[in-house]
């Protein structure tokens, strides 16, 4: 049956990538939408999103949302002190090489959150939806939020006016992890914009109309370059059957 997460917007973001044992990949995704989606939604998490890295055959990455701080406490208190994980985590873990690599996020502003889909969650087996999403992540140096408003205030409306609007902008939560069992990217900030398409090329085609637009082109991408610490990111993606963003 198809499922969705606890209502209400997700104010605070998990973003994380696994490195994988060599072709364990598939195994993980199947008794990861199998097994871990529903009991994590029980325990007052949504879990929004599964992906195929598309450049690295090993790596896995997932997004997973919690209505606050004090919730994300206690959900995955409740979660990986459970039967679910007693039981299953074992092999998960097992899969993996490292799954440290994670940064905690909140939208950018008011509005720029994962609105989900109100159509429910594909049921297990359910094939992997034909769509491409980009998650680009631009650091920082921390307490600077020049480069997070440039991103905000300039490149995301004329994203949204030369293609199709993005998913989400995310920046840093500064929050402390408050659960050390799973292990933050700590000293990070970050700004993370997902966006969706039909295929890599309409995604191409999307950046070289971005970088073509007069205002972006001359004034936002070069702000953003001279507050970035380093070049930016992008993370190719395929969504799981049963990821609830493509």
Same mark, same amino acid.
């Given at each position: 049956?198809?499922?969705?997460?606890?209502?209400?917007?997700?104010?605070?973001?998990?973003?994380?990538?696994?490195?994988?044992?060599?072709?364990?990949?598939?195994?993980?995704?199947?008794?990861?939408?199998?097994?871990?989606?529903?009991?994590?939604?029980?325990?007052?998490m949504s879990v929004l999103g599964q992906f195929r890295d598309l450049d690295?055959?090993?790596?896995?990455?997932?997004?997973?949302?919690?209505?606050?701080?004090?919730?994300?406490?206690?959900?995955?208190?409740?979660?990986?002190?459970?039967?679910?994980?007693?039981?299953?985590?074992?092999?998960?873990?097992?899969?993996?090489?490292?799954?440290?690599?994670?940064? !905690? $996020?909140?939208?950018?502003? *008011?509005?720029?959150? #994962?609105?989900?889909?109100? %159509?429910?969650?594909?049921?297990?087996? =359910?094939?992997?939806?034909?769509?491409?999403?980009?998650?680009?992540?631009?650091?920082?140096?921390?307490?600077?939020?020049?480069?997070?408003?440039?991103?905000?205030?300039?490149?995301?409306?004329?994203?949204?006016?030369?293609?199709?609007?993005?998913?989400? !902008? $995310?920046?840093?939560?500064? *929050?402390?992890?408050? #659960?050390?069992?799973?292990? %933050?990217?700590?000293?990070?900030?970050? =700004?993370?914009?997902?966006?969706?398409y039909p295929d890599a090329r309409a995604y191409r085609r999307h950046l070289?109309?971005?970088?073509?637009?007069?205002?972006?082109?001359?004034?936002?991408?070069?702000?953003?370059?001279?507050?970035?610490?380093?070049?930016?990111?992008?993370l190719r993606l395929a969504p799981t059957g049963r990821s609830l963003l493509?």
């Amino acid at each position: 049956m198809p499922t969705t997460g606890p209502s209400g917007p997700a104010a605070v973001i998990e973003l994380r990538q696994y490195t994988l044992r060599p072709r364990r990949r598939d195994e993980l995704i199947e008794l990861f939408d199998r097994e871990f989606v529903e009991p994590q939604e029980e325990a007052g998490m949504s879990v929004l999103g599964q992906f195929r890295d598309l450049d690295d055959p090993d790596r896995f990455v997932w997004l997973r949302g919690f209505r606050d701080m004090t919730t994300r406490h206690r959900a995955l208190t409740a979660f990986y002190g459970g039967p679910v994980w007693a039981e299953h985590g074992p092999r998960a873990n097992d899969t993996m090489v490292d799954s440290d690599d994670v940064l !905690l $996020l909140r939208p950018a502003s *008011a509005g720029t959150g #994962f609105a989900v889909p109100s %159509v429910g969650r594909p049921a297990v087996g =359910a094939p992997a939806p034909d769509r491409f999403v980009a998650a680009t992540v631009w650091s920082f140096r921390p307490g600077e939020d020049r480069g997070v408003a440039l991103i905000r205030d300039g490149l995301l409306p004329a994203l949204s006016e030369t293609g199709p609007a993005p998913l989400a !902008l $995310l920046a840093t939560e500064p *929050a402390p992890n408050t #659960f050390s069992r799973l292990p %933050v990217r700590t000293g990070e900030n970050v =700004a993370v914009l997902v966006a969706s398409y039909p295929d890599a090329r309409a995604y191409r085609r999307h950046l070289a109309g971005i970088q073509s637009h007069p205002l972006a082109r001359d004034e936002i991408l070069p702000g953003i370059a001279r507050a970035q610490t380093a070049a930016p990111r992008t993370l190719r993606l395929a969504p799981t059957g049963r990821s609830l963003l493509f």
